[in-house]
C-alpha cells in the first residue's frame, strides 16, 4: 500500500502548495493483469511497448487537431492544478497536470514534430 496520508475530503477544495519527492521511492501502481484485460488492454506488457506507444501518439495527434493544440498551446499556468486528483492526493511537484503533459509533449516534439525529426537525424536531443 502506499505510504503518504490521503488528504480528508471537505466541501471545498484547499489547492496544496507542491511538495518535491513525496512519491519518491514509491513506483508506479500497477493495475493487476485481471483488471486490464477486462478492459481490453494486454495484461502485461508487450513487446516493443515503447514504439507502440510513440506511433499510437503520432496516430492520435494526426487524428485529432484538438490534441496536437493541447499540446503546443499549453502555457503552464496552473489553472488545470485544482482539478486534477492526482496531484490533489499526493502533493508531488512532478503529479502536476503541468510536469504529467510535459512528458508527453516531450515525446510529441522528438517523433512528430519536424524540428524534432531534423534534431534526431543529427543525434541531437
Not at 511538495?19 to 488492454?41: S, T
Not at 494486454?42 to 485529432?64: F, H, Q, T
Not at 486534477?84 to 512532478?94: E, Q, S
Amino acid at each position: 500500500m502506499a505510504n503518504f496520508e490521503t488528504p480528508e475530503l471537505k466541501d471545498y477544495i484547499e489547492v496544496p502548495l507542491p511538495q518535491i519527492g513525496v512519491m519518491e521511492g514509491n513506483g508506479p501502481f500497477r493495475a493487476k493483469p485481471e483488471h486490464q484485460e477486462a478492459l481490453g488492454f494486454p495484461g502485461e506488457l508487450i513487446d516493443d511497448w515503447e514504439n507502440v506507444a510513440v506511433n499510437k501518439l503520432g496516430d492520435l495527434v494526426n487524428r485529432y487537431r484538438g490534441l496536437r493544440v493541447f499540446l503546443d498551446s499549453c502555457v503552464k499556468c496552473g489553472a488545470c492544478t485544482d482539478k486534477c486528483h492526482y496531484y490533489l492526493g499526493t502533493t508531488d511537484a512532478k503529479n502536476m497536470p503541468v510536469a504529467r503533459q510535459d512528458l508527453l509533449r516531450s515525446v510529441y516534439r522528438y517523433y512528430h514534430t519536424p524540428a524534432g525529426k531534423f534534431l534526431k537525424k543529427f543525434g541531437m536531443e
